[in-house]
């Protein structure tokens, strides 16, 4: 995440250019040297898009939520064009979108431990498609028949899974296949928080939540335990487990044994995966208090899945001011710095 997505910030960071002539008053520029700038700018913004792939993901994903690209970028506008069509091929005839909704209880996030202690060997385990699993094996839905949301996530779990087996048997990262399966993960993904904006029942939303929070807790009191792997922190569809002796080949047989236990204890279809290894995690302190902040964290990435232990360990960091955009820039500098 870049802390600002100013032409002039986007183009140094992700091209290592500079816009021109933007030193002194765009009044003062002569008719050649706005020419120039505004040439510039058009070339800069047209090589950002096509590194970052943004057209071709907005293509992709308007090419099966019914829209138009303009308006795929935004991950709920593909959802509701989704939920439209199910509708229609259903039958069903959905009301107007509420200006106002109950919001539903949360999912789980647990308080992080101590703050201002390095923790170490931290693997994170993910539950790909928690919520959208959730939905599509409870046949949880607003109609009668429970047809509708299951419906929708389905059509596109399978799709994903579809282009994800071409991306993989192609083998480039920039491809057609990959930038497809790309687009499916992310409207799939983004499908539980906005399906219940257009129709709202907020009984349903509650029931998704709660049986994600229960999964958590689960896996943390069985797997995790039985393993001898101590919960540090956990956030929706994610377990930080301390995982001394890290190796690729345990962190496999973890995954099979969540994978498995979920599907025992709540009949439910979802896939664990160990997506990386933190070689030290460090929380900071709550402006005012004595505890950890959640959803706030950095480490170094010591090894990621599918790359393996990576050559140099990267910086990742989550929430803090280092990466927000309303910090001035020395400060987030300082503080990266501090983090190295």
């Not at 389905?154 to 480039?172: P, S």
């Not at 792997?229 to 994610?238: A, C, I, M, N």
Request: net charge neutral.
């Amino acid at each position: 995440m870049m802390p600002s997505w100013s032409l002039e910030y986007a183009s140094q960071c992700i091209l290592k250019k500079k816009r021109v002539h933007t030193t002194g008053k765009f009044s003062d520029l002569t008719p050649k040297q706005v020419e120039e700038r505004c040439l510039g700018d058009v070339q800069l913004t047209l090589e950002i898009d096509q590194k970052l792939g943004i057209s071709d993901s907005c293509i992709a994903r308007a090419s099966f939520s019914h829209i138009l690209p303009n308006d795929a970028i935004y991950a709920g506008s593909c959802v509701d064009g989704r939920q439209l069509r199910a509708a229609r091929d259903l039958g069903y005839v959905l009301e107007t979108k509420p200006k106002h909704v109950k919001e539903h209880s949360g999912a789980l996030v647990l308080q992080p431990p101590k703050p201002f202690i390095i923790y170490k060997e931290i693997a994170v385990f993910d539950f790909s498609s928690l919520y959208p699993s959730i939905i599509i094996s409870k046949r949880i839905s607003p109609d009668k028949e429970h047809k509708l949301f299951p419906l929708i996530l389905e059509t596109l779990k399978v799709a994903r899974l579809a282009w994800k087996g071409k991306a993989q048997a192609v083998g480039k990262k920039e491809s057609y296949e990959n930038t497809m399966q790309d687009a499916y993960k992310v409207v799939l993904n983004a499908t539980y928080g906005y399906l219940s904006k257009r129709v709202h029942k907020y009984n349903l939303g509650d029931e998704v939540a709660i049986t994600g929070r229960r999964i958590l807790r689960h896996i943390m009191d069985s797997t995790a335990k039985s393993y001898s792997l101590k919960t540090v922190y956990g956030d929706t569809d994610s377990l930080f487990l301390e995982f001394p002796h890290f190796t690729e080949e345990r962190s496999i047989e973890v995954e099979e044994a969540i994978t498995g236990e979920v599907k025992d204890h709540f009949d439910i279809d979802v896939d664990s995966e160990c997506s990386e290894l933190f070689s030290k995690l460090y929380f900071p302190k709550i402006a005012a208090g004595e505890r950890a902040a959640k959803k706030h964290y950095a480490g170094k990435v010591a090894w990621k899945r599918g790359i393996g232990k990576l050559e140099s360990e990267e910086l990742e960091i989550v929430g803090l001011e280092a990466i927000r955009s309303d910090t001035p820039e020395a400060f987030r500098g300082l503080q990266s710095t501090l983090l190295l």
